[in-house]
């Protein structure tokens, strides 16, 4: 994960692997997103998590502590 600003300038199709996929959102969904993992991590059991979600707990916490620095890189104070 990781964030492209409208103002960047992308040089090519290089800048995207063929993996990734582009998903346009405001902080607030962001916000949403991180809440409903966090949430997630809290509601199902570690045992059960890979069968229910086909991830790990861990990829999650991986996912949530990429989620929580791009709300970082993002805060703005309001003035």
């Known amino acids: ?7 960047s300038r992308w040089i090519g199709e290089d800048e995207i692997d063929d ?6 959102m405001t ?7 991180g809440g409903g993992l966090l949430e ?4 199902v059991e570690d045992w059960e998590f890979h069968t229910r979600l086909g991830f790990t707990p861990a990829d999650a916490r991986a996912l949530l ?4 620095e791009l709300l970082r ?3 703005q104070p309001e003035t």
């Not at 997630?40 to 509601?43: P, Q």
């Open 19 to 24: 993996a990734e996929l582009v998903i346009g």
């Open 27 to 33: 902080r607030d969904d962001l916000l949403l997103f």
């Open 65 to 68: 502590s990429n989620v929580a």
């Open 40 to 43: 997630t991590l809290e509601a």
């Open 1 to 7: 994960m990781r964030l492209l600003r409208p103002d």
């Open 73 to 75: 890189e993002t805060y």
